[in-house]
């Protein structure tokens, strides 16, 4: 189903491609979809070659149209030569599952840093998505920023697929990156006991090395608070700066319970912060 939709979606955003691109496009399309591994491997090498390398550019009824089908997907961030080679990945194969990861694999083993950068963000798109876990991990593993991001960051995929040990490393290692964790998609609903023990732990690193800590790291915090938690919460609330006092409100409010209204009495009000979201776009 949602392979179907992001095929008309896609289409739709390169129909304007200019004509010599558009051609070049459509039978790239046509060689991969009759099964030709060869034209995939050239296809997708080639793709910012003869296409844009401009932005997609989206209006607001087109961005709404892409969280109607896939929450959490932004599409908008890529350039379109980056929705042509996953214009190019939709149209593989894929009725033997074995067959369609078999070429997904070797793709990936020839594929360039910007050629990776655009596999792993096509992964929430790709049929077979529970076989692709493995190789969504493998990415949150990178030691390249850019390909990290390319997974952690505007991509559906990790919420649903990953395990809470994957899920957990790659809510660290966005804090590790500096990456910008308001853009993790099902941050809250993945939010879990031993990742609040992790965060607090990270946040107790940085203070002994007094380094700042991002205070979007106390989102993962706030539902799963004990009592060492609640501690550190007032500390933030106590002694860190607004962004951080904010953070550590909204952490309260997402804990509730009598503990979490006597620490935030305990204190003057933060400055009002209207969601995690909007404290992560405005920036350190």
Not at 98 to 104: P, Q, V
Not at 108 to 119: I, K, S
């Amino acid at each position: 189903m949602v392979v179907h939709a992001a095929l008309e979606l896609l289409d739709g955003w390169l129909a304007d491609l200019p004509a010599a691109g558009r051609d070049w496009l459509s039978s790239a399309v046509a060689g991969v979809a009759a099964g030709d591994e060869r034209a995939l491997f050239i296809s997708f090498s080639l793709a910012p070659r003869k296409l844009p390398r401009t932005d997609l550019q989206l209006s607001e009824q087109e961005r709404r149209k892409v969280e109607e089908l896939l929450p959490g997907w932004r599409p908008w961030r890529w350039s379109l030569d980056q929705v042509a080679r996953t214009r190019l990945l939709l149209a593989l194969p894929h009725a033997d599952p074995e067959r369609f990861l078999a070429t997904l694999d070797r793709l990936f083993a020839a594929a360039g840093l910007q050629e990776m950068v655009a596999l792993y963000q096509a992964l929430a798109l790709l049929p077979h998505g529970p076989l692709l876990a493995k190789r969504a991990a493998e990415g949150v593993r990178s030691s390249m920023t850019v390909i990290f991001e390319s997974v952690a960051l505007d991509n559906p995929y990790p919420h649903v697929h990953l395990d809470e040990g994957a899920w957990n490393q790659l809510v660290l290692k966005s804090l590790f990156n500096g990456s910008r964790m308001e853009r993790i998609v099902g941050f809250d609903a993945r939010a879990n006991l031993l990742l609040m023990r992790q965060l607090c732990g990270y946040a107790h690193e940085r203070w002994a090395a007094h380094r700042r800590v991002d205070p979007l790291l106390w989102r993962g915090v706030g539902r799963f608070a004990d009592a060492d938690a609640l501690r550190d919460l007032e500390r933030v609330l106590a002694t860190g700066s607004p962004r951080e006092r904010q953070a550590a409100a909204l952490a309260l409010h997402d804990r509730g319970g009598a503990q979490a209204v006597a620490v935030l009495a305990a204190h003057p009000p933060a400055p009002d912060t209207v969601s995690w979201d909007a404290l992560g776009e405005a920036g350190p």
